[in-house]
């Protein structure tokens, strides 16, 4: 990747609509669109002062192609640290690729995926989970998601990570100090006051962790297994959450044979739902094949939903459905509650520590369901304004850096030497400036931004 090179990407995304976006970075962007923008009162786009804007025409070899807007902004300020330029033209595929084209025609050459945030990682504008919370934004699935990406892209994990290496740099410098320069009259290791700012970062870093689990929620979603026995209304709850029908609801047993997907909201969570086969023992290979998906997909399911006729007897193959969801995270939904119920809900409370009564057919139970969930996963305690680990790159950083501290806490406890100590210590910064991107190798820098679409 030439870092010199004026780079071009449409930023927009590629469809009709009101507007679309060529951007433009690099040392020569003013010269690109010099020749390809006049603007109306006839000022070269690299005599405009940063932050403005003007109306103008974008032309290529073949003539005017559209009227248009452009944006200036000069390095370094500017989103990727260089000068940049932004136009602007109406929303149609032909038009924003000929712009586009037009721009390398005159120099530039097309942008790969998240180079323009790579670029401003690589000029001071962003630190690597920054530039990693640009991404989560533009991926943001609902409110609480956006909000936590936005709350790492002002630099909240930056700053808590920062401040708990900052406190490690200081001990490990004073550490090196004493241990290389024995002569000199430097201030004695305190072993207490070192061995509680470890323990200090350390609870520091494992809250930190602590966040992980319900942000990946928050971000991604969960992927949710629909499952029970035929006819007991599992699509009829999948049509419920989805808000369409998107299953076959039919009186006769058997009807879904394959898995059926389909994400949904469910007030700020996001299900990842799968309709699945009838579970029951069959002849039938086709439906036995539809069988053993079911079973695989509850398996591998962050959540099943396990649902039951609530207005017949237990059966075998309701037992059946108990014993699958056993040691899984499950919530067994008693369905068909507008109807006499016969179903022994002693049993069911005794296989699942979360039941709820419902009438997926009278659109009942959506809002107990979600605050079911919203329990289990612990998401009420969710704070999007506070600094949490975002991806598995940033848990497993933070996790290295702990374990780090506490080998350094069990070989100062231990009176191992203090060269020792100052070893973990040193790799535990290491681990944290990798987390942050200070100290990051190519290949996880490449990682990064691989997952970014190329307009940004």
């Given amino acids: 990747m030439d870092g010199n090179a004026v780079i071009a990407a449409i930023s927009t995304p590629l469809g009709v609509g009101g507007i679309g976006v060529v951007r433009i970075s690099g040392d020569g962007a003013f010269a690109v669109a010099d020749r390809m923008v006049r603007t109306a009162k006839k000022i070269p786009v690299s005599q405009m002062p940063g932050y403005t804007c003007a109306y103008g025409r974008a032309c290529d070899r073949l003539g005017e192609i559209d009227e248009v807007i452009v944006t200036v902004f000069h390095a370094p300020h500017s989103f990727t640290g260089e000068d940049v330029v932004e136009i602007a033209s109406h929303g149609g595929v032909y038009l924003v690729n000929r712009i586009l084209r037009a721009a390398y025609e005159c120099g530039a050459r097309p942008a790969e995926a998240g180079e323009f945030t790579r670029r401003a990682f690589l000029n001071g504008k962003l630190d690597l989970t920054r530039a990693e919370a640009v991404g989560d934004l533009i991926a943001a699935q609902g409110r609480q998601a956006a909000r936590a990406a936005l709350t790492a892209r002002d630099g909240a994990l930056y700053q808590r990570i920062e401040k708990i290496t900052g406190k490690l740099v200081a001990q490990a410098g004073h550490l090196a100090a004493w241990i290389d320069y024995p002569e000199e009259e430097i201030v004695e290791v305190d072993a207490a ?204 950083g933070a996790l290295a850096a702990v374990e780090e501290l506490a080998e350094a806490i069990c070989a100062l406890e231990s009176g191992v030497s203090y060269d020792a100590v100052c070893v973990c210590i040193e790799n535990s910064i290491d681990a944290l400036l990798t987390l942050t991107g200070k100290r990051a190798s190519q290949e996880v820098v490449d990682q990064v931004f691989s997952k970014f679409c190329v307009g940004k």
């Fill in 193 to 396: 006051d070192l061995a509680e700012t470890l323990r200090e970062c350390e609870r520091d870093l494992r809250k930190l962790l602590a966040t992980y689990d319900a942000g990946k929620v928050i971000r991604e979603g969960i992927e949710v297994a629909i499952v029970g026995r035929p006819n007991v209304g599992k699509s009829t709850l999948m049509n419920l959450l989805a808000g369409y029908q998107r299953s076959i609801v039919s009186e006769q047993a058997g009807t879904t044979r394959d898995v059926v997907s389909d994400s949904v909201r469910l007030g700020e969570i996001v299900l990842h739902l799968s309709d699945t086969a009838g579970i029951r023992a069959s002849d039938d290979p086709i439906e036995q094949a539809g069988v053993e998906l079911a079973v695989d997909r509850l398996q591998r399911a962050q959540l099943v939903l396990a649902v039951f006729d609530g207005s017949e007897a237990l059966s075998d193959d309701d037992r059946r459905v108990i014993a699958a969801c056993k040691g899984i995270p499950a919530i067994a939904l008693v369905n068909k509650n507008d109807l006499e119920q016969r179903l022994d809900l002693g049993v069911i409370q005794d296989g699942f520590a979360h039941v709820l009564q419902i009438s997926a057919k009278q659109a009942d139970g959506a809002q107990q369901l979600e605050e079911r969930i919203t329990e289990l996963f612990a998401l009420g305690k969710f704070d999007p304004s506070a600094a949490i680990l975002a991806n598995e790159r940033q848990r497993a």
